[in-house]
């Protein structure tokens, strides 16, 4: 069976400032789903990472389709009316156009999809992060995928010995999806030269060379693109199919025990260690640190099984201890150097502005 995999997911209001957005609304937006979507998809899941609400569905519309965005559209909008109602911080936040235009991407909501014949089985890993942007995927991708000191199956498994295709975007490029292609291992270098800029070239999708088939999907949105200006962190998506011809669920999980420094913390203008975090958890500290959540499925005709909570064990809750330490250590420098961002990325208009201000008072010694 032909079917595709779509995660669309948005801030549209959360409780306590960046906290969480609560179990009514939540329910409001699966109500929605329900009520509309019966005639549409196989089948759905809802979580929240952080103050982030997400939708993976399970259809057979493939990707992009009109009617699949439209649906997670009129559902967020149906939970940013319920935000608004209850006065939650930053009800429709990420909803940055007024009208639906047939696709979400470019409209605010992060997007990742995936459409392919599903095998005999056919596991999958669906993950979410906060406060952080689309390259904080970089690593744990390049690691799981190109480095058999993480991906074993490199050098053990014959239908991965060709490697893979690694499609880039360039997301400061905004007048059209500016991409490239390389292929590992033959252009490692070049991909790592291009990964390293985690704020420039994302990985958007990863390619089995063996079969051409899709491995692994990427939201690619950067909402001061769009908005041109700060509104919040792009707080991207992945999923990635596992086994077999691609990298096991451990070899994909294992670069995340890293906690590897990626750009988001508070008003997205920090640097801070991704923490691997459990279903639907929190943000607490200094308005994070940047999280991501993993949950692990498989699909057969369309129809998903129950979650498993990829980062609930308890050798993850050993990784969060190193990784809470990591932050502390980084907030300690406070403002300076590379705790806060550079000035090409820094999204609150406040020091930009000041900094130009200040610009025209400097003069030049005789």
């Known amino acids: ?36 979507g019966t005639k549409l998809i196989h089948d759905y899941f809802l979580s929240s990472t952080g103050d982030d609400i997400a939708i993976l569905i399970s259809h057979s519309r493939g990707e992009g389709n009109s009617d699949i965005h ?37 409209m605010g909501p992060a997007v990742a999809e995936m459409e392919f014949e599903e095998r005999p089985n056919e596991p999958f890993l669906f993950f979410a992060a906060d406060k952080t942007d689309p390259g904080a995927y970089n690593l744990p991708l390049y690691l799981g995928f190109v480095d ?8 053990l498994s014959p239908k991965m010995s060709k490697g893979f295709k690694f499609d880039i975007m360039d997301v400061e490029h ?61 707080d991207p998506v992945m999923l990635v199919r596992v086994q077999g011809e691609f990298p096991a669920t451990g070899e994909v999980l294992a670069p995340f025990a890293k906690g590897h420094y990626v750009a988001g913390f508070m008003r997205g203008s920090h640097n801070g260690p991704l923490m691997p ?19 692990a499925f498989c699909v057969h005709e369309g129809k998903l099984t129950e979650a498993a909570d990829a980062f609930d064990h308890p050798f993850w809750d050993y990784v969060r201890g190193r990784v809470s330490r990591k932050a502390l250590d980084i907030r300690d420098q406070g403002f300076s150097g590379p705790a806060m961002l550079g ?8 020091i930009v502005e000041k900094i130009q201000d ?9």
């Open 174 to 234: 905004t007048e059209g999806d500016r991409l490239v292609s390389l292929n590992a291992p033959e252009e490692l270098y070049d991909l790592a030269a291009l990964l390293r800029d985690n704020e420039r070239f994302v990985i958007e999708k990863i390619h089995s060379r063996s079969s051409g088939d899709l491995a692994a999907s990427v939201s690619t949105t950067r909402l001061h693109n769009i908005a041109g200006k700060y509104t919040g962190k792009d």
């Open 1 to 36: 069976m032909r079917v595709t995999l779509s995660v669309l997911k948005a801030d549209i209001g959360s409780i306590g400032g960046h906290i969480k957005p609560g179990e009514r609304l939540k329910s409001r937006v699966r109500e929605f789903i329900e009520d509309k």
């Open 343 to 350: 000035y090409s990325e820094l999204e609150y208009g406040g």
């Open 358 to 366: 200040l610009d025209k008072r400097f003069k030049v010694r005789k």
């Open 148 to 155: 058999p000191m993480y991906c074993s199956g490199l050098i």
């Open 277 to 295: 975090v459990k279903q639907n958890e929190a943000i607490s500290f200094f308005d994070g640190p940047p999280v991501v959540s993993c949950a």
């Open 70 to 106: 439209k649906l997670a559209w009129d559902a967020f909008k149906a939970g940013t009316e319920l935000a608004k109602e209850m006065g939650l911080y930053g009800a429709g936040q990420d909803l940055l156009k007024d009208a639906f235009s047939g696709n979400i991407k470019g």
